[in-house]
């Protein structure tokens, strides 16, 4: 899928090896030098470049449909937000190519931006979560994926689109000592064949977050990459739509603020960041941001 006014990375082939980065503003930055170093330092063949609130926030105009991550609670577990200005997903072949590229990176921002999060990620065993459960099967087919995740509409924003990023950390130890049928019951689907189990719990994940559950049904493209480090892992969730309601609703009814049954994903794994992002489409093989600083 090949369109021009689109940051390829949005759609292309999954790449093994990547990292996520998100930055706040270093204080008394101008405006227009913050957008000027952003899209200056844009590589298209590796970045996926998100601008959060509060950098849009410094421009008169806003994006329709952008908001900050809301901070929510559930029954026994909290939901935290850490919204930040940018946020980058830089993509590799391997760890040398993303290492060398987000020291290029880091080192052109840090004028303007103090680095926040940084998170490693991977493809594991060719696109599963942790878990071994494979993640992103009832993702849209390639032809619909346009029309879930894209805006249309004026110059600068078409080809654009929202992200939602969440980093779950799971405690696997706990996963593992559940039975494999427990395990079944918690994502809703069995493992070893990756069928949907028709006997699922209300509480299954993909119970909390298929499309079907929502009117207007909620859709999301789904990018997800597990991360590890140290002791600790989990997926960082990634997802892109046209519009961030289709996130928050499902999220909310995974926390279980609709019905009051919460995710069993819940019951192994907590989110520890939350941040939303607007990803500018592309013009001449640059970031167009004249949504921003209309000429
Ligand atoms: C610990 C974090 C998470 C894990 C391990 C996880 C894993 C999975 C797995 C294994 C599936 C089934 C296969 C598939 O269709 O991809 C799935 C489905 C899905 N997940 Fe998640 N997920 C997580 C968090 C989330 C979050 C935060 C959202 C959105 C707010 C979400 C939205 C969805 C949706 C929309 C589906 C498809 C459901 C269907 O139509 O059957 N997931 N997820």
Redesign the pocket.
């Known amino acids: 899928m090949e369109q021009k006014n689109i940051q390829p990375a949005l759609f292309s082939p999954s790449r093994p090896f990547g990292q996520t980065l998100s930055f706040s503003i270093q204080a008394g930055r101008k405006a227009e030098d913050l957008l000027d170093t952003i899209s200056g330092c844009f590589d298209p063949d590796q970045d996926l470049i998100g601008l959060g609130e509060p950098l849009l926030r410094l421009f008169p105009r806003s994006v329709p449909g952008l908001s900050t991550f809301p901070s929510l609670s559930g029954t026994g577990f909290s939901i935290p937000a850490t919204q930040e200005a940018l946020w980058i997903l830089v993509l590799g072949k391997d760890r040398t190519e993303v290492f060398d590229r987000t020291r290029v990176l880091t080192s052109v921002l840090e004028h303007v931006l103090a680095l926040r999060d940084t998170m490693e990620t991977f493809v594991y065993d060719g696109g599963?979560?942790?878990?071994g459960?494979?993640?992103?099967?009832?993702?849209p087919p390639e032809e619909d994926r346009p029309a879930v995740a894209l805006l249309d509409g004026d110059e600068g924003l078409a080809g654009s689109s929202f992200v939602?990023v969440?980093r779950?950390e799971?405690d696997l130890t706990h996963f593992r000592s559940r039975s494999s049928d427990e395990q079944d019951a918690i994502?809703?689907?069995h493992r070893t064949t990756?069928e949907?189990m028709p006997e699922a719990p209300p509480s299954a994940?993909?119970?909390?977050?298929?499309?079907?559950?929502f009117s207007p049904p909620?859709?999301?493209f789904?990018r997800?990459m597990p991360w590890a480090r140290g002791d600790r892992q989990?997926?960082e969730?990634i997802?892109f739509s046209r519009s961030l309601s289709?996130?928050?609703?499902?999220?909310r009814?995974?926390a279980g603020l609709d019905d009051g049954i919460p995710?069993a994903?819940f019951s192994?794994?907590?989110?520890v960041t939350g941040g939303y992002y607007w990803c500018p489409p592309m013009r001449n093989g640059r970031l167009d941001l004249s949504w921003l600083r209309p000429e």
Request: glycine share 6%; charged share 30%.
């Open positions: 599963k979560d942790l878990t459960y494979i993640d992103g099967t009832e993702n939602a969440q779950w799971h994502i809703g689907r990756n949907e994940h993909i119970r909390r977050s298929a499309r079907e559950s909620a859709t999301l789904r997800s989990g997926l969730f997802a289709a996130f928050d609703r499902i999220l009814r995974m995710d994903l192994f794994s907590r989110p």
